[in-house]
């Protein structure tokens, strides 16, 4: 009988996170937001964060920090809630990751990345994008719930440090960016 409660739950979970991202979905779709780039074509990875590929494909430079993201959610439902089982704080953690995705795509977000010096043709999200940097999320989910602490954190950081060096951009100056963005920032990320 137990084995059976067990495959239930996790069918019940599993079904929570299929509807998360039909619900991503359907609302990027809502938006506007095309399905694949409008070049057509899929790439397995876009490298120019200047290129309109960046946010189009299936994985580019931001897909670091999605996997932060990850290691992130898992970190602070562990802490928030510790008696829930592994599986359902990742489908809240997708939760989370889906409302970030619909928020980032609206057109006042759009608006607001357009200003910053990376962004400036920056069109959202397609929906394949999208739907990738939940799964991104997921992944860093699993690393987190798999890997001591310690490396999860040396991971964020690398990740930070190595996008930085490479885009001179990352999640902290993302979000630093919708708070505010100094000049000096804004000129070493266009190389002025």
């Known amino acids: 009988m137990r084995t059976r409660s067990c495959d239930t739950s996790v069918t019940r979970l599993a079904f929570a996170a299929a509807a998360l991202v039909a619900v991503q979905v359907a609302v990027l779709w809502g938006l506007g937001q095309p399905l694949i780039a409008a ?5 397995l990875w876009a490298g120019n964060p200047l290129n309109p590929n960046t946010s189009q494909q299936i994985s580019d430079w ?5 996997v932060i993201h990850g290691f992130l959610f898992y970190a602070l439902l562990h802490y928030l809630t510790p008696r829930l089982p592994l599986a359902a704080r990742l489908v809240i953690a997708m939760g989370i990751e889906v409302a970030w995705e619909v ?3 609206t057109p006042m977000a759009i608006e607001h990345y357009r200003r910053q010096a990376l962004a400036v043709g920056y069109a959202g999200d397609s929906i394949l994008n999208s739907v990738m940097d939940t799964v991104m999320m997921v992944a860093g989910f699993f690393l987190a719930a798999r890997m001591p602490v310690w490396v999860v954190v040396a991971l964020g950081i690398g990740f930070e440090l190595f996008t930085g060096y490479m885009i001179h951009d990352g999640l902290a100056l993302n979000i630093l960016g919708f708070v505010w963005t100094p000049d000096f920032i804004a000129r070493w990320q266009t190389g002025s």
Request: aromatic residues 16%.
């Open 103 to 105: 928020a980032e795509n």
């Open 62 to 66: 931001y897909s670091f920090s999605h």
């Open 39 to 43: 070049s057509g074509r899929i790439l």
